[in-house]
C-alpha cells in the first residue's frame, strides 16, 4: 500500500507538472469529426498530451512495457486515473486499439504480431476500426459471408464482401475484420484479419445521418490482398477471437485489464458522479450541506451505488480475466448493466440541467453541458453497438445462467 501511495504522489507530480494546462476539464471531443474542427492550439495540446503519456506508456498503462505500455499494475493503473481525473485532464488516447483489439493482440497475438501492432498502437500511430456487421449478419454475426480465398501462392487472402456500420473507418488506417474462410460450416469457418486500410479494392462509403455526420461507413472488399500472416489466431479459428475481442469490447474492461479506452468511449460517465453532485447543488440548491430536493439525492446516490458496483464487479472479473487470458460471457451482463445505468445517468442529469440541457453547439452554454447533452443522445446508441440488449440476455440465458434453451 505505502508503494501504490508512493506512486500516486509520482503520478500526480508527472501530471501536474507536465499536462498540458489548457486541456484540463475539457473532456474528449465526441468524435474525429468534432476533433477536427477544435480549434489549432487545442489540437496541438492533445497532440504534445498523446505524446508525453505515450512516452511513458501510460495511454496504455497495465500492458507489458516490451510492447510500449506502463507495465502498471491495475491499481497502479486506477490510481494513474484517479490522479488524471482529479486534474480534470482527458483521456491522452481513445479508439479500438486500445480498448479492443490491442487487448486481443495480447492473448491470442504470435509474438511477431505483438511486437508489430501493439507499439503503434500506444502512440496512436495505428487508428483501427471493426469490421464484423455485414448487410446480413448483425446479431446472428456469424452468419457472415465476406469471403477469404487463399490466392495461388498461398501466401496471400483474396477477400471480396461488404461490411457495415464501420465505426470511424474513414479514420482508420487499419482495420480488424471477420471473414468467410469454410462455407460448409458456420462457427469454425470463420477467420480474423488484420488488414491497412490502403489497399487496392478496399473502398469506404460513409453513411451520411440527418445530423450530417457519417460516425460510421460502409466498407467494400474486392479482390482485397491480405497476407496469411495477418491471420489472429489461426485459420477458421476466428469466432474463438471475435469471442475474446467481443468480451473486452462488452466489458469496457480494455482500460481495467488491458488497454486504456473501454470506459472513456462514454462521455458522461467520464464526467462522474463528481459533476453529477456539483451540477444537482447548483441546480436545485443546498440545504444543510445536503442537495436540497431529496427525491434527486436518492435518485443521484442510486446512480452512484450501482456504478460503484459495477466498477467493483469488473474489476474482479479483469482479474479473473488476467488468470484465464480473455473475459467471459459474464461481460454480457456488464454491457447490459453499464449501458443501462448510462442511461439513467444521462436522464438525471439533463433533468437537473432543465432547458440548460438543451444545448447543443456554441452559445453561451459550458463545453461540459454541451457535452451531456450530446453524450445522451448518442449513448441511445449503447444498447445496439457490440451487440443488441436483446443479444446480451440471450447469451447470459444460455452462457452464464446455463438455462434450457428453446429448440
Ligand atoms: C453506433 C453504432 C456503431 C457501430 N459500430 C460498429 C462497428 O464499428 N463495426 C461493426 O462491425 N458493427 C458496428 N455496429 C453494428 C452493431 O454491432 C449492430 O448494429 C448490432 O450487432 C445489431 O445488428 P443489426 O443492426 O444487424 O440488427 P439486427 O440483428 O437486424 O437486429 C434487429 C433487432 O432484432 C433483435 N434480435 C435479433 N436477433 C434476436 C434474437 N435472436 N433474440 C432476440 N432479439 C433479437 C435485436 O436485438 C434488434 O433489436 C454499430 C452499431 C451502432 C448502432
Known sequence: MADLEAFRTEAREFLEKNAPKGLRGRGMAMNQEAADEEPGDVREARRQWTKLMADKG???????????????????????????????????????????????LLVHGSEEQKN???????????????????????????????????????????????????????FANWIFLLVRTDETTKHNGITFLLSPMKVPGLEIRPIRLISGNSPFCETFFENVKIPVKNVLGGVNNGWTVAKALLGFERSGMGGIAGGGGGQARRGSAALGGNRMVSLAKETVGVENGKVADGKIRED?????????????????????????????????????VASELGHR???????????????????????????????????????????????QRNIVSKRVLRLPQPK
Not at 503503434?120 to 487508428?127: L, Y
Not at 456487421?133 to 461488404?162: F, H, M, R, T, W
Not at 446516490?301 to 459474464?330: C, I, Y
Open 58 to 104: 501510460w495511454t496504455a498503462p497495465t500492458w507489458p512495457t516490451e510492447y510500449g505500455g506502463g507495465g502498471l499494475s491495475p491499481r497502479e493503473a486506477r490510481v494513474m486515473q484517479q490522479e488524471m481525473a482529479k486534474l480534470k485532464l482527458p483521456p491522452p488516447l481513445m479508439g479500438m486499439g486500445l480498448s479492443m483489439i490491442g487487448p486481443t
Open 116 to 170: 508489430e501492432y501493439l507499439p503503434k498502437i500506444v502512440t496512436g500511430e495505428h487508428r483501427w476500426c471493426q469490421g464484423f456487421s455485414e448487410p446480413n449478419a448483425g446479431s446472428d454475426l456469424a452468419s457472415l459471408s465476406c469471403q477469404a480465398k487463399l490466392d495461388e501462392s498461398g501466401d496471400n487472402y483474396i477477400v471480396n464482401g461488404q461490411k457495415i456500420w464501420t465505426s470511424g473507418a474513414q
Open 300 to 336: 443521484m446516490t442510486n446512480v452512484m451505488l450501482d456504478q460503484m458496483a459495477l466498477t467493483l464487479t469488473q474489476q474482479r472479473s479483469a482479474a479473473t480475466a488476467k488468470s484465464k487470458g480473455a473475459p467471459g460471457p459474464e461481460t454480457s451482463i456488464f454491457k447490459i
Open 345 to 391: 445517468r444521462d436522464e438525471l442529469m439533463l433533468r437537473l440541467r432543465g432547458t440548460g440541457g438543451l444545448g447543443w453547439e456554441g452559445g453561451d452554454t459550458p463545453e461540459e453541458d454541451l457535452m451531456l447533452t450530446r453524450s445522451w443522445l448518442s449513448a441511445k446508441a449503447t444498447t445496439i453497438y457490440g451487440g443488441t440488449s436483446e443479444i
